[in-house]
């Protein structure tokens, strides 16, 4: 073993309550818009995972400074216009950070290479390119993926764009180009994606437009600063909704702070079609986002046929729903969900040699799995350095038959430090098995 991984004892009930961790797409956002802002821009909730660092430092090269404040939170000193770094960006793990810096680059007259890790190193770059130059940017991408080149060019042409596929990657950084373009920048979408960046905005006083078509915004202009309250990260208490479900005692499990958007629940959805139950309680609103606290219950789910317009709407979630799909009764069928392909692993083909390697019956599709539910032995199951397979996993050895090893769990900072403890806290059996033990 040269990497970290778990062991994970099966059996027991997950029983408590936890605060949720901030959500990593707004706090890489406080940390681009606050460094294009006209003032000061401070964080609250603010996620210390490695991916938001990574954008962190790449503001800070940019010009930027950013302080930290007592209780985790930060602020963002923009600098009077942004700077050429002396080296390269590295994004790390993160997809977001390098697209939605890719879009606010292009038109700023700044020379720069963004790179990342060996996983963001082979992920499609294009998607955020091709639009780009069309709006006047000069970059080049190396056969589609990271390093990205830009070069400094002069303003960009706002642009009318219908995205292929319903990414608010795609969406936002267009939208952060736009707002250094001479108009108005359309961008429409194929279905609904996660809003934040045009809640973000529209909160710090761009002038902005969204609906269910896409989000336009009309440059040039600047964000203001002002103060943000970070909600938790719905995609961090996936895996304890689905490990409350599944592994739950008498009483439910609480996780407080949780964000709802609605463009990211699509897996409560899901979830109560397969029967579970999960309340949400104390309702409200922080700076434009839904927050509530989520009690959830253990609950027999069977298996269902996953609607394809909720996919966009809970698409990092597939790894924490495809577990409760194998510890359902019956088949669960995704389709159209071809996007997890290309995320920090291939969701699809890991998840489905994960699920095979405790046991489950699983159909590999181009465009999604099926799953046949039932039963988890345990065993070995390689995450491939994917920070939500790990996590998934996690939570399902509570049901598992014989201990579960998850292996290449580092990643799991990228998003969500703390889990361990998290989950020992809830009660899951958790130990990590450090690089030169005996896995
Ligand atoms: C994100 C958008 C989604 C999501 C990612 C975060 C964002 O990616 O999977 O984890 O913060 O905008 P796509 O836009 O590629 O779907």
């Not at 000069?138 to 060019?153: D, H, K, V, W, Y």
């Amino acid at each position: 073993m040269n990497a970290p991984a778990w062991r994970v004892r099966p059996g027991g009930s997950l029983a408590g309550k936890i605060r949720i961790p901030g959500d990593k797409s707004i706090s890489h956002r406080v940390m681009l818009l606050g460094a294009i802002g006209t003032s000061p821009l401070e964080a609250h909730g603010f996620l210390h995972s490695e991916d938001c660092l990574a954008t962190r430092r790449a503001v800070e090269a940019l010009g930027a400074r950013v302080e930290d404040l007592p209780a985790g939170g930060v602020r963002v000193l923009p600098p009077e216009r942004l700077t050429a770094p002396r080296g390269p960006l590295d994004f790390g793990n993160s997809g977001t950070g390098i697209r939605l810096m890719t879009g606010l680059l292009a038109g700023r007259e700044i020379d720069a290479v963004l790179t990342g890790d060996a996983s963001l190193q082979r992920r499609p770059m294009e998607r955020v390119a091709a639009p780009l130059r069309r709006m006047g940017a000069r970059l080049e991408t190396s056969n589609g993926c990271p390093p990205i080149r830009i070069a400094a060019a002069g303003p960009l042409q706002p642009l009318d764009y219908a995205m292929p596929v319903a990414s608010a990657q795609v969406k936002s950084a267009l939208l952060l180009a736009g707002l250094s373009a001479r108009g108005r920048t359309v961008i429409r979408q194929p279905a609904l994606s996660r809003d934040h960046t045009e809640r973000m905005l529209a909160a710090l006083g761009c002038s902005v437009e969204a609906g269910d078509w896409g989000a336009a915004v009309v440059g040039p202009t600047r964000p203001r600063g002002g103060k943000i309250i970070v909600p938790g990260d719905f995609s961090s208490a996936a895996f304890f909704i689905v490990g409350g479900l599944l592994a739950g005692g008498d009483v439910p499990i609480e996780l407080t702070g949780v964000g709802l958007n609605p463009t990211r629940t699509g897996l409560l959805e899901i979830l109560g079609m397969m029967g579970g139950r999960i309340e949400i309680a104390r309702l409200r609103e922080e700076c434009g986002e839904p927050v509530a606290d989520l009690l959830v219950w253990r609950s027999e789910l069977k298996g269902i046929d996953v609607p394809p317009e909720l996919v966009p709407l809970a698409i990092d979630e597939f790894p924490a729903l495809f577990v409760a799909a194998a510890l359902a009764s019956g088949t669960t069928r995704v389709r159209g969900a071809e996007e997890l392909r290309v995320k920090e692993s291939d969701r699809i083909a890991v998840m489905a040699r994960g699920l095979e390697a405790v046991g489950t019956r699983v159909v590999e599709q181009p465009d999604g799995l099926l799953i046949e539910g039932g039963r988890m032995t345990g065993g070995t199951v390689d995450s491939g350095g994917d920070h939500r397979v790990a996590m998934s996993f996690a939570v399902a050895a509570a049901r598992a038959t014989a201990p579960l090893e998850i292996l290449d769990v580092a990643n799991v900072a990228t998003s969500f430090p703390g889990f361990e403890q998290a989950a020992a806290a809830l009660g899951l059996g958790i130990e990590t098995l450090t690089p030169g033990a005996a896995a």
